[in-house]
């Protein structure tokens, strides 16, 4: 069987936002698998030495344009380019403790709380409106958020990001197939040409 494709995003990260609304329909018109693995960014600009983008001069106004640009583009909705403080950990935590137990669950739950975040501007920024965003999927959903401060989802999170930077990801968006890197949301038709045609 094929192996996946790895979609190693943050949930503090508009282009991952972006990603997220592709990455699906482009893993299925590959035949791959698709493996969704949340990171915390911060931590990895730890080893990288970058900044998040809001805070990054120049570069941070250009950004905020082009993923409105970019919504517009894709027939999203678009509300904000910057979540506040605290949405990366508290969705992630929520993510890998519903992973744990179903990860297409735990995609579901990415792919709309990103589309919640970013498009519609929802502040998902405290555990306990990540749980109850997780409520919403039904359930199974809030039973396992719940756990999201276990100490296995805590550690599913960290191994994650450790295994991340271990394999070079800097940055989110970042894809891994047959062990090619493509970074960012527009390198998805290129990493579809890669598969669909062949390396080269």
Same mark, same amino acid.
């Given at each position: 069987?094929?192996?996946?494709?790895?979609?190693?995003?943050?949930?503090?990260?508009?282009?991952?936002?972006?990603?997220?609304?592709?990455? $699906?329909?482009? &893993? =299925?018109?590959?035949? %791959?698998?698709? &493996?969704? #693995?949340?990171?915390?960014?911060?931590?990895?600009? #730890? *080893? *990288?030495?970058?900044?998040?983008?809001?805070?990054?001069?120049? +570069?941070?106004?250009?950004?905020?344009?082009?993923?409105? +640009?970019?919504?517009?583009?894709?027939?999203?909705?678009?509300? *904000?380019?910057?979540?506040?403080?605290?949405?990366?950990?508290?969705? =992630?935590?929520?993510?890998?403790?519903?992973?744990? @137990?179903?990860?297409?669950?735990?995609? +579901?739950?990415?792919?709309?709380?990103? $589309? /919640? /975040?970013?498009?519609?501007? $929802?502040?998902?920024? *405290?555990?306990?409106?990540?749980?109850?965003? /997780?409520? %919403?999927?039904?359930?199974? /959903?809030?039973?396992?958020?719940?756990? &999201?401060?276990?100490?296995?989802? %805590?550690? =599913?999170? +960290?191994?994650?990001?450790? @295994?991340?930077?271990?394999?070079?990801?800097?940055?989110?968006?970042?894809?891994?197939?047959?062990?090619?890197?493509?970074?960012?949301?527009?390198?998805?038709?290129?990493?579809? =040409?890669?598969?669909?045609?062949?390396?080269?």
């Amino acid at each position: 069987m094929p192996g996946p494709i790895t979609f190693w995003f943050d949930f503090g990260s508009p282009y991952a936002w972006l990603a997220s609304a592709q990455v $699906e329909a482009v &893993a =299925a018109r590959c035949g %791959r698998p698709l &493996a969704w #693995r949340a990171i915390l960014l911060g931590v990895v600009f #730890r *080893t *990288t030495g970058m900044a998040p983008l809001p805070q990054q001069p120049l +570069r941070g106004d250009y950004a905020r344009r082009d993923v409105a +640009r970019l919504a517009r583009r894709l027939g999203l909705p678009f509300a *904000t380019a910057a979540v506040p403080d605290g949405t990366s950990l508290a969705l =992630a935590r929520v993510f890998h403790a519903l992973d744990r @137990e179903s990860p297409p669950l735990a995609a +579901r739950f990415a792919r709309q709380a990103l $589309e /919640a /975040a970013f498009g519609d501007g $929802e502040d998902l920024s *405290t555990l306990e409106a990540a749980r109850g965003f /997780a409520a %919403r999927l039904g359930p199974d /959903a809030a039973a396992a958020a719940e756990r &999201a401060t276990a100490p296995e989802a %805590r550690a =599913a999170l +960290r191994a994650a990001t450790e @295994e991340a930077i271990r394999l070079g990801v800097f940055g989110a968006p970042f894809f891994l197939v047959d062990g090619e890197p493509f970074w960012g949301q527009d390198r998805l038709p290129l990493l579809e =040409a890669w598969l669909r045609e062949g390396p080269w």
